[in-house]
């Protein structure tokens, strides 16, 4: 029966191996598939890796994230996730609740 470290060198030998191959196949698939860029005269656009119209820096903006509440100068908050503007920290601090800031829709 193998003892511990027997089997824990034999894992490591193992994972070595994994890696080894791991790299091997990332290396053949890239190779692969930079022929068949090459072949079929692909480009970036084609594969969805650049911007599709003109003038586009990239993704496409979201909306801004609607207000659901103001502060006492007219802030804008949404509510989402993240630290809470010192309006709102301030305005609970002194007892007061979101309810008292939400934006009537």
Sequence with gaps: MATYLELKQQAEKLLAQAEQMREKEIA???ADVKEKIRLYGLTAQDLGLAPSGPGRAGRAKSAPAKVKYRGPNGEAWSGGRG????????????GKSLEDFAVKQ
């Design 28 to 30: 053949d698939t890239i």
């Design 83 to 94: 630290r809470k503007p010192q309006w709102v920290t301030k305005a609970l601090q002194e």
